[in-house]
């Protein structure tokens, strides 16, 4: 510790402010540091310089990106502001930079904590609570099967709900998957609809073959569209024999059928349009 900084902090103490800037700021001209910068902070703050105050947080958390020491006073600092979505960043962004748990850590994590909980709406309902159920899943009838999807991932209780009616699983429409959908997500679906899944649009697959054989033998689908599933001829024509409540059928790209086998499975199929 310099014999500048050793003294503005005794002259911060006796809370003799001015005299502490004086000195912090001879300290910094000779060697700058991320702890001087602080202590400058400090002095600004109490000064009620908040823009000098803010500039010298920033300059801290330069000098020492993954010490919280910086973060802690820009969030202070952006507070008297009154600029609390601002210092909410400067917390997310300090938690995320910082490697070493320790008790610096902590307090920002409490700092961060402390912060989203006032910038919550006071009165904040989840609306799948207020509503009765029957509306609340007309409301979600509305979403796309991908985006009721990503509906479960806002919290236990809208997973719970949505896995609850099986009305919203009707319809199994993977053609906005971003990835490989695995068999076991085809059956659980299933089985959530209580397998009256009447609707699917099949894309996508990991384990092509075991989905739609648990689709064509579980399900009264009437409606089915298929796109890139390369089966053996055989086995797709087999699966597509089995759907005799199939109405309609859409075949896209890359999809192999064995072209007389197919032709007599239309012809047997009498409920198709």
């Avoid at 909980?117 to 991908?146: C, G, H, I, R």
């Avoid at 199939?246 to 007389?260: A, D, F, P, T, Y």
Wanted: hydrophobic share 40%; proline share 5%.
């Amino acid at each position: 510790m310099s014999h500048f900084q050793e003294q503005g902090r005794a002259a911060y103490k006796r809370k003799d402010y001015a005299k502490a800037l004086d000195l912090f700021d001879r300290a910094i001209g000779r060697m700058p540091s991320a702890q001087l910068h602080d202590n400058r902070s400090a002095c600004h703050e109490k000064l009620d310089d908040l823009p000098a105050a803010l500039s010298d947080a920033k300059k801290t958390i330069q000098l020492a990106r993954e010490d919280p020491t910086g973060y802690l006073r820009a969030g202070k600092v952006l507070l008297k502001m009154e600029k609390r979505e601002t210092a909410a960043e400067i917390y997310s962004y300090g938690m995320r930079s910082i490697k070493h748990v320790g008790q610096g850590y902590e307090l920002l994590r409490k700092a961060q904590k402390d912060l989203m909980n006032e910038l919550s709406p006071p009165k904040s309902v989840d609306p799948l609570t207020m509503l009765p159920p029957e509306l609340a899943v007309q409301v979600l009838e509305y979403l796309s099967f991908k985006q009721l999807m990503n509906a479960c991932l806002v919290s236990k209780e809208w997973t719970k709900f949505i896995r609850g009616n099986p009305d919203l699983w009707t319809y199994l429409d993977l053609s906005g998957a971003n990835r490989k959908v695995g068999s076991k997500f085809i059956s659980r679906a299933i089985n959530i609809a209580r397998k009256r899944t009447k609707r699917a649009y099949l894309y996508n697959l990991h384990d092509a073959d075991k989905a739609l054989r648990a689709i064509s033998t579980q399900c009264p689908i009437e409606d089915l569209t298929l796109r890139y599933m390369l089966l053996p001829p055989s086995e797709m024509t087999k699966c597509l024999s089995a759907l005799t409540t199939l109405r309609r059928l859409h075949v896209g790209h890359k999809v192999q059928i064995l072209i007389q086998p197919f032709y007599d499975m239309l012809s047997a199929a009498s409920n198709l349009k």
